[in-house]
């Protein structure tokens, strides 16, 4: 089974939520707490990667 991450970064407009590998986000939130709720409720990811405002990583979830 392959690992499918979702990364919440930081964007200009507020806070994107982007499948790894995707060209664009699949949605773009106001706040990150916002961004996070939106991530752990697709059934396609595994796992959340967490960034801070500059790009480094603050969490990494590991779901199921």
């Known amino acids: 089974m392959s690992t499918s991450r ?10 994107a ?12 939130f106001s706040t990150q707490d916002a961004a996070i709720k939106s991530a ?3 059934k ?3 796992e959340i990667v ?7 990583i603050r969490n990494w979830i590991k779901e199921k």
């Not at 990364?7 to 407009?13: A, F, N, V």
């Not at 939520?17 to 773009?28: F, H, L, N, P």
């Open 6 to 15: 979702t990364h919440i970064i930081k964007r200009g407009d507020g806070w």
């Open 17 to 28: 939520v982007k499948k790894q590998g995707a060209t664009k986000a699949s949605r773009v």
């Open 40 to 42: 752990k409720n697709m």
């Open 44 to 46: 396609s990811a595994s």
């Open 50 to 56: 967490i960034h801070r405002r500059d790009g480094s």
